[in-house]
């Protein structure tokens, strides 16, 4: 059985309910064929959305995305790309932010040259910079969509009150706001991320979904709570291992989050798809929150 | 003189400005006709609105006001009753959250069996849980209102984005949101939840008014420093009581709060009644800040 | 060339781009010619916006400038004056805040007499109250705005939150939000109040740009990393001094921030007036910011 798919919000594109992220492809050591076949295995559990950045691996994620596109063109039809821009050093010794116009318009051109495409499904602001001009960003997105180069827009690791900001500028709605969180890191829960994306039905992505391993792996006394009470959550239902049950635990918020693997193993890709069909009960999702917690409910 | 009546917001249940809660009632060792007495005394000051909830007592808080109900009926048109829901076990061993539609409704027929009535006049839930689905509650509050079994719907402890969302939900507006406020515990007039209140026009209550009694007995630098103050201003108001001086303090937000008292003694509920008419100044309202926070103003 | 002017926010009052401070203005001992020479150098740079308060100097902020625009009356028409009120001991010894009506307006009309003129260009609200009633501050803004006494109206110190709760009352703007902030004091970019700025279209105006000149004297290992990388920057920019990079910085914000000098002395100010022309790059601004955070971007 597939994964499901849903649309990010009211006149947004269609994803995939997990999307299969690219941050460490370039340490994958995968030539062309060989990440075209990742990529369709990806596809044949149904994960079809793929999320990379200009910045990932210095720009090689994008070009390693692009080798395996114009070895095997027909798969950018069965793929959503979402890519970011707005950091990088811009000439400079310093990384930085920087999402004026034309950087945005430069980054987008860069990334369509890449990844050997005419466009991509959704462009998003990577960082939110204290200077921030948002009549200039949403110059930038009117330019881009009217061109076709962009299909939709939305932003990552914004707050509230900075999405409500470049909300407010534009004609169209900010389609994600891609954002980290996992049984490990519960801030968007707490900070008014997801209240706002259920209130505005806008779907979240959540990148390090698995807390980039230390899941599995930290001796915290937090992730060893955790660790434990997916395990014993696992079992309940039937076997599923701690990876599908905390991909699970994610997409259990009425938001339809999409998280991000970060996997480049294909096996663990096949393994993840499994958490889509896993109906976690209230009482199971709130002991893992309260095993990441360290404390009641109150 | 009775304590005033207010309305909790446009369309809303018109409540006394102190209400009487019933969170411990099931400590108070009161039989039928002796809850029906206390009540009375209540009603005698003007005190018509019962503040309770489903999980108080395990349920034994709504039980014996139905109770009392049951046997003095005339009772029932003479007050407002809040019930909330969405905590239990929901036959698990795990104390958590439910604020799916089963669950709200399942909770509100108990709540009225358990009470002997009806209707009751407002319906909270009574924490945020992470996962509350807006639309789920909002479907399952319509039902309720449309059955008229619950007339009015509020919440309870819900940050100003939880409030937010639910509300964007609703054809009618939330009515009140009872969260902890009180001399020693700030944080609602300093995190905006009495900002939106009052921005919405929608009256607050107030659950631990008096701190639990803190205000009283502890001996922490911050309950000594603002006993003395509220001595104080006592003293300034021609002898009124340091509880009802903390009462008077709650009340004098302009989003017109109501308090509830936890306090079973029916003499302590008359000497709470007199807090209505106390008139703090700015002056003496400020000096008890400055005592809880141990600054001085900026 | 003189500094630029900006129109704080759609229908509201013309600013130059700095604006020149006189809460510490009782300590210059100017007399009132001294005074009007001061202003005149202001207003050779560009400089006609005045910001002062009711309670700057115990009333003789005002008092000191409404000698010399008694003793100079052309100046009068030749500036802006910003005051405030709220901020007293209202007839006690306490000192505290009253944003009443009655208070309002008596401030207003002491401003008036001491500053001897017949209006002020804008009256801000100087710190929120947790008592603050919009309601009462809304009548009372409306009434002086009927009688022409004060043109335009804003508030100093409001959280987002609080801003919202007021202007939620108003049929006209709030004009500005006045926060301090500086390259050491970065909170306003952070916890949404330029955010809302930016969205709303409204200019704050920043006190304490220069951090109350901690910026060039304190030993903190925050104010040693921002003075050494605005020196840096200032050498790039062609030899800028350390105040007009820090002002610079601060004006460079997309919310087209009015800062408030804080000297008395006519050097210091025309010096100041240069760092409208300075313009700083993303990427020298963001070295600001990181040497002022004292951690790297994320």
């Known amino acids: 059985m597939p994964i499901s798919r849903i649309t990010t919000c009211e006149g947004g594109p269609t994803f995939s309910r997990i999307a299969q992220g690219y941050a460490s492809s370039s340490g994958w050591d995968y030539d062309a064929d060989e990440m075209a076949r990742f990529i369709e295995a990806g596809l044949d559990v149904g994960i079809t959305t793929l999320d990379t950045a200009a910045i990932y691996g210095g ?36 990384p930085h932010y920087d999402a004026g116009k034309p950087s945005i318009i430069a980054s987008v051109e860069e990334s369509l040259h890449r990844l050997r495409t005419d466009h991509v499904d959704a462009l998003l602001i990577h960082r939110p910079s204290p200077l921030m001009d948002a009549d200039e960003i949403a110059d930038a997105f009117g330019e881009l969509r009217a061109s076709g180069k962009v299909l939709h827009f939305g932003v990552s690791n914004f707050t509230p009150s900075q999405f409500e900001l470049l909300g407010s500028r534009l004609a169209f709605p900010l389609v994600t706001n891609e954002v980290q969180f996992s049984p490990l890191y519960l801030d968007p829960y707490i900070n008014g991320t997801l209240d706002q994306c259920q209130r505005l039905r806008v779907s979240p992505m959540a990148w390090s979904p698995l807390a980039r391993g230390r899941l599995f792996t930290s001796d915290s006394e937090q992730a060893v709570r955790v660790r434990a009470e997916l395990a014993a959550v696992g079992a309940e239902l039937g076997g599923a291992s701690t990876d599908q049950v905390a991909l699970a635990w994610v997409l259990r918020h009425p938001s339809n989050v999409v998280p991000i693997l970060g996997t480049g193993k294909t096996e663990r890709v096949r393994a993840a798809a499994g958490a889509d069909a896993l109906d976690l009960s209230r009482e199971q999702w709130l002991r893992v929150w309260v095993a990441s917690t360290g404390e009641r409910l109150p």
Chains 1, 2, 3 share one sequence.
């Open 59 to 94: 720009g090689r994620a994008e070009m390693l995305l692009g080798d395996a596109l114009e070895r095997h063109p027909a798969l950018r039809d069965r793929v959503e790309i979402v890519t970011k821009c707005g950091i990088g050093t811009f000439g400079t010794s310093f």
